[in-house]
């Protein structure tokens, strides 16, 4: 079983037993994983869950320094959920606490993408969630893994999160624009209770259209950064496409040339 494989079968076994078995199969024959931790959210340190399997998992799986990042991680991020002295907006999606564990899988990362992935969270938590500790960890690993585990990370997060995340705020601004709409146009009640309830939905929607413009800038880097990987991929396995048109011309007509050649 392959290692992406593994991961498709992990994140559809129930059974604890049969998980840690096929793990432990891997490590018997000496095979690294070196993407395959960092799309696995439980097996990132720094991330916590309840699964049984999880800590005999990261016996088999992490080094010392794993475990040590891992503590660090914990520690930091109790932290930053402390509240602050000042009430935090109304969380709808939970990203106060699933941010920092959505896409602590892209790393390494560029800066521009860590700073929106920051910029997000400080508009949900008022900190930052990530640092540039981890950036240069999979800087070793293979192309072709770093690109795999980032592809499926960035699709995913993209079309499963920030995506819905997206149209849902788009739907919930044209909502308030019609009750601001409303609260405005209004003659009839306590006009005290009115402005009140103008400016509910006022707050509400400046701060979901701050949410909704960090987001969209993070995906648009996020997409951004996706092609460039592979075109830098696609370039290391195919040389050829760097090439300027003149020498392209060169090779292919010489390829051809040979195969046209008689057969003796």
């Known amino acids: 079983m392959d290692s992406l494989k593994l991961f498709e079968f992990i994140q ?25 931790q960092d799309v696995i959210p439980e097996l990132i340190p720094g991330v916590e869950d309840s699964h049984t399997w999880l800590s005999q998992a990261r016996n088999l799986l992490w080094t010392d320094t794993e475990y040590d990042e891992h503590e ?73 893994d770093k690109h795999h585990a980032f592809v499926t990370v960035a699709v995913a997060l993209q079309d499963q999160v920030v995506s819905p995340i997206i149209g849902d705020i788009e739907r919930q601004q044209e909502s308030l624009s019609d009750e601001i709409g409303r609260a405005q146009d209004t003659d009839e009640g306590d006009q005290d209770s009115v402005q009140q309830r103008l400016d509910l939905f006022t707050e509400e929607r400046q701060e979901s259209q701050k949410l909704l413009k960090a987001l969209k800038k993070f995906r648009d880097i996020l ?40 057969l003796r």
Not at 13 to 31: A, F, M, P, V, Y
Not at 72 to 89: C, H, N, S, T, Y
Request: overall charge positive; hydrophobic content about 30%; proline content about 7%.
């Open 12 to 36: 559809g076994e129930e059974d604890d037993s049969n998980i840690l078995d096929q793990l432990q199969q891997h490590t018997r024959k000496g095979k690294k994983l070196p993407w395959f």
């Open 72 to 144: 660090k991680k914990i520690d930091r991020k109790k932290k930053l959920l402390q509240p602050g002295p000042e009430p935090f907006a109304v969380d709808h999606y939970r990203l106060r606490k699933h941010w920092p564990i959505y896409v602590e899988a892209l790393r390494p990362m560029t800066k521009r993408m860590l700073a929106a992935v920051n910029e997000v969270y400080h508009v949900v938590a008022r900190q930052d969630c990530l640092t540039e500790d981890r950036n240069t960890a999979g800087l070793t690993s293979e192309t072709d």
């Open 223 to 262: 997409v951004d950064e996706k092609e460039t990987q592979d075109r830098r991929k696609d370039l290391k396995r195919n040389p050829v496409v760097g090439q300027s048109e003149s020498e392209s011309d060169l090779v292919i007509p010489r390829k051809r040339a040979k195969q046209a050649l008689p």
